[in-house]
């Protein structure tokens, strides 16, 4: 990603921080519903687990020795 992506990337997770803490009301049945940004936590959580997750399997499963065909 080139440098522009990371800050506009920052800029956009700053605005929903401050939205979330500022301008939403918080309503739902369930215990995490009450927890502030819980959401915007759980994606960003979930997408570095997914990253990670799909490097590994790209390394174990995709990628092949060098040697591979001169075996």
Same mark, same amino acid.
């Given at each position: ?12 997770? &700053?605005? %929903?921080? #401050? /939205?979330? !803490? ?10 995490? @519903? ?10 960003? &959580?979930? %997408?570095? #687990? /997914?990253? !990670? ?10 990628? @092949? ?7």
């Amino acid at each position: 990603m080139k440098k522009w992506h990371w800050i506009l990337l920052g800029i956009l997770a &700053v605005i %929903s921080l #401050i /939205v979330e !803490f500022t301008m939403v009301e918080h309503h739902g049945d369930y215990w995490w @519903s009450h927890i502030p940004a819980f959401y915007i936590i759980l994606g960003f &959580v979930g %997408s570095v #687990i /997914v990253i !990670f997750l799909s490097k590994w399997l790209g390394k174990l499963i995709i990628l @092949s020795d060098e040697d591979y065909y001169d075996r």
